[in-house]
Nanobody, 124 residues
Framework: QLQASGGGSVQAGGSLRLSCVASARPSVNTVVGWFRQAPGKEREFVAAIKWSGGSSTYADTVKGRFAISKDTAKNTVWLQMNSLEAKDTAVYFC???????????????????WGQGTLVTVSS
């Protein structure tokens, strides 16, 4: 199980840090991803990190503003969000998949395990 938290309301230019805690230690081939869904829009990829090694991938829309990281001792993945914009407003979800490769980790359908969403609201 995954537990996401850290959402809230912030003004444009502000920062938030989301956390995703796994109830059990992820396997070495796990990839943890963050996705978001704005009202009336499809769920979209934000960022992902490989549990083993820690390599990360970002959507172009957040590159340079968001940073994904992990703490293996705490079974936790964070999403640090800086320079937030109104267009970042969405419900953010963390998800876990196994055996994903670079070409597939942006695809939400590849992630079988999902946490509940946490709402991020950015006011301009």
């Amino acid at each position: 199980q995954l537990q996401a938290s850290g959402g809230g309301s912030v003004q444009a230019g502000g920062s938030l840090r989301l956390s995703c805690v796994a109830s059990a230690r992820p396997s070495v081939n796990t990839v943890v991803g963050w996705f978001r869904q704005a009202p009336g829009k499809e769920r979209e990829f934000v960022a992902a990190i490989k549990w083993s090694g820690g390599s990360s991938t970002y959507a172009d829309t957040v590159k340079g503003r968001f940073a994904i990281s992990k703490d293996t001792a705490k079974n936790t993945v964070w999403l640090q969000m800086n320079s937030l914009e109104a267009k970042d407003t969405a419900v953010y979800f963390c998800a876990a998949g196994r055996g994903l490769i670079t070409s597939t980790l942006r695809d939400a359908r590849r992630y079988p395990d999902w946490g509940q969403g946490t709402l991020v609201t950015v006011s301009s």
